[in-house]
């Protein structure tokens, strides 16, 4: 963050988050700031200091001028802020965008907005954010010798992505969540003149803010229309830049970076479509010249110069193609790449079928290389990071990595296939934090989505049942934010729809529906049963009754018979047959079930009372058990990590030892406040499970790893049985203080 002036800033009066000097006070000098600003995702570029919504987890590889062994080309990643000293080719333009945007300062009634567009691959994200910030931090704009830079991408919250990195700055930390909601809920108000002013008051309370001003760069603008569902967040988003932007004390300004193709959906905010007409960058294309200080300059700082016939080669595969600067960019990586092992850069080019076909060369290796299961994965990977829209293209998504995790035990596997193609000199997938802290996966261009040929055969065999699984997904999250509300459910031929939706899942593995979608289709059922009944009760009502009974014992008939069939089998009905039994209250009447070896993962069953039941085997992972009672349970090789049996849920003599499959996986769980008492954790890892204030009398532990277990105290271990259990340090307890002689021995 960037130093405060000697004197407390004036409170101001005026603002309406009760803000003033005390709250985001800053007493630092600059150096002290600037380090600070790293710490909470800022970083010094000059003059300036940037903030950024979405904070890069990669490793970078280390950078050095001395040896080859650093590759200085950022393949299909754009330029960031910190990568401004290697960003050659684009000084003219860099200088040009400099004089606009100071232009925009010249006087008070200017609004403040600099579009910068082009089409996708032009090299607008890298001429912005390593091109025009890092210039505004070695020239500032006249009378303001150093600014404040926010840099989010809108994703599918934008109104949050804002209000966090504003927060970020505010509070110094790089997870502010009760402010970033504070200032959430100021954008998203509206003023006694019906304009959204959150964004200029919630600046206007920053310290020395006049010496100081705040630039919001917005990259990746057209997320707002792919990405964004909610029409009236999209207003206030807008509303909230353009207000700020256009404030006459000249404290806010605003920096966007957009896809030319998206100019048409501009045209719902008349006022941002007018400032992309009148004082819009269209991002010219390189020159030859251009191109080759951009392909040659990053090498030479390198320490290494590449040969002219090589330059020229690339240049002229370059030149004139469309979106060719990411795919230019990705073959100088695998070039680099060869010279390290002594291949010469036209052997290197010849292999990888040139500029053009750079990255689906290296996508379509790696894919190669992997095992069949784990190209089953992959293909789940990108299916899922990619956005179907509904004018037949598609763009890249973000994801969390949780998203992908869909079946059991695959999270090492996962993991594993995301670094091949994220790893230092590959760079097809990129992974991040988003503003809550939780990882997040994304490709890293959409060149790869235009060029991989196996990727676009994936989607166009599946692509209405991929866009049929994201309406779902949209529709229940819309559903979940308005507080499940009842209006917000599917009925008629939507409905109809998603039914035949499930019905196909089964013979797609590489298309999974979340828990929140699929518990939005059994509500919807649910839901239309009731309404056809009100509907019709008047006219047919003994008859309907009848009907509606004779069709709702059908399904309860047909869920018992399932939920006690012993096959171990996969069965996708599963989950909707223990969500309708569980809605309607006849879950529990079944008194015990046997659903061994599902894939139930995100199951919702709160204070469900079934006793002696078998989930061995099953994918129990980010479950809702708490308050059940679930006593004599057979949890042998389940997956439970991240799931929930708080709140006195009732474990009582329950089994999580490893079966024949494999081991029971409970990283993260929680046990808080619940009841293992005889419970057996024979051979088990439990990593990150909050075992705090849980009964564990008589709970078996032997050869049990509880080092890294939470709330565990000698009191709580009193009674349990240990031996050869690996605890805590702080625990005094022997390890071995149940062990039989021959154990011990």
């Known amino acids: 963050m960037t130093a405060a002036p000697d004197a407390d800033p004036v409170p101001r009066s005026d603002s309406p988050l009760g803000l003033d000097h005390t709250t985001i006070q800053q007493t630092a000098s600059q150096n002290e700031g600037q380090v600070i600003g790293s710490m909470t995702g800022g970083m010094a570029i000059g003059q300036v200091t940037v903030y950024l919504s979405q904070l890069p987890t990669e490793k970078e590889p280390p950078r050095s001028t001395a040896t080859l062994g650093d590759n200085p080309y950022q393949g299909l990643k754009a330029f960031r802020e910190a990568d401004g000293d290697r960003f050659f080719g684009r000084d003219r333009h860099i200088q040009d965008l400099w004089q606009r945007f100071q232009s925009l300062h010249n006087t008070p009634d200017t609004i403040r907005l600099l579009p910068i567009y082009g089409p996708s691959g032009s090299g607008k994200s890298s001429l912005a954010r390593a091109g025009l910030i890092p210039a505004l931090g070695r020239q500032p704009l006249p009378g303001r010798d150093r600014a404040r830079v926010a840099v989010l991408t809108p994703g599918t919250h934008p109104l949050e992505a804002l209000a966090t990195v504003l927060a970020r700055i505010v509070t110094q930390d790089a997870t502010p969540i009760a402010k970033a909601d504070e200032f959430q809920a100021a954008l998203l108000q509206t003023a006694s003149n019906q304009q959204h002013e959150g964004l200029r008051r919630i600046a206007g309370v920053f310290p020395d803010i006049d010496a100081l001003p705040l630039i919001v760069l917005v990259d990746q603008f057209e997320e707002l229309y792919t990405l964004c569902d909610d029409e009236q967040v999209r207003r206030a988003f807008v509303d909230n830049l353009l207000v700020a932007a256009c404030d006459r004390a000249q404290q806010v300004s605003v920096i966007i970076t957009m896809r030319s193709d998206f100019l048409g959906a501009t045209q719902q905010h008349p006022q941002l479509n007018q400032l992309f007409s009148s004082q819009g960058f269209l991002v010219p294309s390189m020159t030859p010249d251009d191109l080759a200080v951009a392909i040659a300059a990053p090498a030479q700082q390198a320490g290494y110069e590449l040969d002219k016939a090589t330059v020229q080669l690339l240049v002229h595969e370059a030149q004139g193609q469309e979106g060719a600067l990411p795919l230019l960019q990705f073959a100088l990586t695998q070039i680099w790449e060869g010279l390290r092992q002594g291949i010469e850069p036209v052997d290197t080019l010849e292999r990888i079928g040139g500029v053009g076909g750079a990255v689906a060369t290296e996508a379509q ?346 709330g565990l105290t000698d009191e709580l271990l009193k009674h349990s049985i240990l031996c050869r259990t690996i605890l805590p340090r702080h625990i005094t307890l022997s390890q071995d203080r149940n062990c039989s002689h021959d154990l011990q021995d």
């Not at 939780?438 to 989505?449: D, G, N, P, S, T």
């Not at 049963?529 to 009760?537: E, F, P, Q, T, V």
């Not at 002696?612 to 129990?620: G, K, T």
């Open 365 to 710: 290796r790696i894919y190669n290389s992997l095992s069949e299961d784990e190209q089953a994965i992959a293909r789940c990977i990108f299916l899922s990071l990619i956005q179907l829209n509904d004018d037949k293209t598609a763009t890249r998504r973000r994801a969390t990595l949780s998203e992908l995790i869909t079946e059991k035990g695959d999270e090492p596997k996962v993991r594993n296939i995301i670094h091949q193609f994220a790893r230092p000199g590959v760079w097809i997938l990129v992974t991040s934090a988003n503003q809550q802290q939780v990882e997040m996966v994304e490709v890293a261009h959409e060149a790869l989505i235009q060029h991989w040929k196996e990727l676009r055969d994936w989607l166009n065999q599946q692509w209405e049942f991929i866009h049929q699984k994201q309406r779902i997904e949209q529709s229940a999250q819309e559903w979940e934010k308005h507080g499940y509300s009842k209006d917000y459910l599917w009925q008629g031929k939507l409905l109809y729809k998603a039914k035949l939706f499930l019905g196909e899942r089964t013979t797609r593995s590489d298309i999974k529906l979340s828990y929140l979608s699929e518990e939005f289709i059994i509500r919807s059922i649910w839901q239309q049963k009731i309404s056809l009944c009100k509907s019709l009760c008047l006219l047919l009502f003994f008859p309907f009754i009848v009907f509606a009974t004779y069709s709702h014992l059908r399904i309860i008939n047909s869920a018992t018979i399932e939920l006690s069939q012993n096959d171990c089998q996969v069965n996708a009905n599963t989950r909707f047959f223990l969500r309708y039994m569980y809605i309607t209250g006849n879950l529990n009447k079944l008194g015990s079930i046997d659903i061994c070896g599902e894939r139930l993962n995100g199951i919702q069953l709160p204070q469900v009372r079934l006793y002696d039941s078998r989930f061995e085997n099953s994918n129990l992972s980010n479950s809702n058990f708490q308050g059940a009672i679930l006593a004599g349970s057979d949890f042998r090789g389940a997956v439970a990590a991240y799931s929930d049996f708080s709140n006195n849920a009732n474990l009582f003599n329950s089994d999580f030892r490893c079966s024949d499959d494999g081991c029971s996986y409970l990283l993260d769980a929680t046990f808080e406040d619940s009841s293992l008492e005889n419970a057996n954790f024979q051979g088990i890892n439990l990593e990150g499970v909050n075992l705090q204030s849980t009964n564990l009398r008589n709970t078996d532990f032997t050869y049990a790893d509880l080092s890294q277990s939470i």
